[in-house]
């Protein structure tokens, strides 16, 4: 069946603009995870939704980042006022349960310039 | 809070080679632990987690709560195994445990 997919796999904005980031997860997986990878790092988590409500937000750096999953299956990423250092790779994966393995999207690839 | 360490960035060896990829943690309930693969251009999947005490593609990892490692290891390299490696960890309680906290990766380069 289809994987964990991520739209779009490449975004360039400018410094201040605001960015939405979405990922379509695995039908019938009600786990929901968003992390961040910048370059020469591992994913670093920032957010796990269980159903429709963010269970654990507390990843998220600061009050410009915010996600929402609205029927508890596709979630965006909202990043407001961006900057440079926001650039990053940004991972969705999806579970059936928060035990159960974690499928990786493969991505979108954020520039801020 | 829980840390993964994984000191080698690059590590390079021959085919038919053994190979060893470090990982260490620091966490102090008994944790979850994982090995993830990421081949060229392609996503990033699970390789083993130490509960399932599986061989995946020949390669092994060994949780040793006495040096907190979880070293994966392979007896003999194929080129195919080039990739990138992470170790992860998930808490075993306290409510966090859906959460992966990801070392910093081992690129993988398997000669001919």
């Known amino acids: 069946g289809a994987g964990v997919s991520q739209t779009p796999s490449n975004k360039v904005t400018e410094k201040g603009k605001y960015v939405e980031l979405r990922c379509d997860p695995i039908?019938?997986?009600?786990?929901l995870y968003w992390y961040r990878q910048s370059l020469g790092q591992g994913p670093e988590f920032l957010i796990y939704?269980?159903?429709?409500?963010?269970?654990?937000d507390s990843g998220l750096p600061n009050d410009r980042f915010f996600a929402v999953r609205p029927e508890g299956s596709v979630s965006t990423l909202k990043i407001q006022r961006t900057e440079r250092g926001d650039s990053a790779v940004y991972l969705c994966?999806?579970?059936?349960?928060?035990?159960?393995?974690?499928?990786f999207g493969p991505g979108t690839r954020l520039t801020v310039t | 809070a829980q840390r993964v360490t994984q000191p080698e960035k690059l590590l390079s060896v021959f085919k038919g080679a053994p190979v060893e990829l470090k990982c260490n943690y620091s966490?102090?309930?008994?944790?979850?632990l994982f090995w993830y693969v990421q081949y060229s251009r392609q996503r990033l999947q699970l390789l083993l987690r130490?509960?399932s005490r599986e061989s995946i593609k020949g390669f092994t990892a060994d949780l040793n709560k006495g040096e907190t490692s979880f070293h994966l290891k392979k007896p003999f390299a194929q080129e195919e195994d080039s990739a990138m490696y992470y170790c992860?960890?998930?808490?075993?309680?306290?409510?966090?445990?859906?959460?992966?906290?990801f070392g910093k990766g081992t690129l993988l380069t398997v000669n001919p």
């Open positions: 039908s019938g997986h009600t786990a």
């Open positions: 994966a999806s579970s059936f349960g928060p035990y159960n393995e974690q499928y």
């Open positions: 992860a960890l998930k808490e075993d309680s306290g409510g966090s445990n859906y959460k992966l906290t």
């Open positions: 130490h509960i």
């Open positions: 966490y102090s309930g008994s944790p979850e």
């Open positions: 939704f269980q159903g429709t409500g963010a269970a654990d």
